[in-house]
T-cell receptor, first 113, second 115 residues
Framework: GNSVTQMEGPVTLSEEAFLTINCTYT??????LFWYVQYPGEGLQLLLK?????DKGSNKGFEATYRKETTSFHLEKGSVQVSDSAVYFC????????????FGKGITLSVRP | SAVISQKPSRDICQRGTSLTIQCQVD?????MFWYRQQPGQSLTLIAT?????????ESGFVIDKFPISRPNLTFSTLTVSNMSPEDSSIYLC????????????FGPGTRLTVL
């Protein structure tokens, strides 16, 4: 079956530091890949997505590239802010009409001023 | 995208009782989903609710415990029945806009505590 593996957390960074959050996946076929973010006390928000190999998703300074050869979708940001403190979830969606999402465990990011 | 609201936003319930959670979308959508997020954990899909058909439940979830209604293309309810403390979680609904789209948008969640 499908699975998503995220690096262990939590992660604590200073403001303006470089961020990388690793995500690898196992899937049959050609899934779409997502990063969702959950700010404290809120629901999930779609951060970015990529639907095919070598696609790069980007939003709010975050980027992730769909790497089929390494089955990875690592999240990066060049300079984090305190407001980026949240839980980040990597997810994949089966190709086709079912749209079923499989989530990773999530990782908590804390950014210090 | 879609704007999704949930009611209630949070509740504290006694064991053995039931709670119905409402999910309202600002546009017509084909597919709606219900997820559970247990404390400190990731999201687990409970069921997929399509209008005009029975909900499809994932392994480990049954209709008697989590009955779902989907009366129209903008609304769904999830009931958590005969609750126990193990049901304490955040329950989220999500929607996929369009038949074959793979992107889901989430509501703000309902935080349930069972005493």
């Amino acid at each position: 079956g499908n699975s998503v593996t995220q690096m262990e957390g939590p992660v604590t960074l200073s403001e303006e530091a470089f961020l990388t959050i690793n995500c690898t996946y196992t899937a049959t076929g050609y899934p779409s890949l997502f990063w969702y973010v959950q700010y404290p006390g809120e629901g999930l928000q779609l951060l970015l997505k990529a639907t095919k190999a070598d696609d790069k998703g980007s939003n709010k300074g975050f980027e992730a590239t769909y790497r089929k050869e390494t089955t990875s979708f690592h999240l990066e940001k060049g300079s984090v802010q305190v407001s980026d403190s949240a839980v980040y979830f990597c997810a994949l969606s089966d190709a086709g009409a079912n749209s079923k999402l499989t989530f990773g465990k999530g990782i908590t990011l804390s950014v210090r001023p | 995208s879609a704007v999704i609201s949930q009611k209630p936003s949070r509740d504290i319930c006694q064991r053995g009782t039931s709670l119905t959670i409402q999910c309202q979308v600002d546009s017509q959508v084909t597919m709606m989903f219900w997820y559970r997020q247990q404390p400190g954990q990731s999201l687990t899909l409970i069921a997929t609710a399509n209008q005009g058909s029975e909900a499809t439940y994932e392994s480990g979830f049954v209709i008697d415990k989590f009955p779902i209604s989907r009366p129209n293309l903008t609304f769904s309810t999830l009931t958590v029945s005969n609750m126990s403390p193990e049901d304490s979680s955040i329950y989220l609904c999500s929607v996929a806009t369009g038949t074959y789209t793979d992107t889901q948008y989430f509501g703000p969640g309902t935080r349930l505590t069972v005493l």
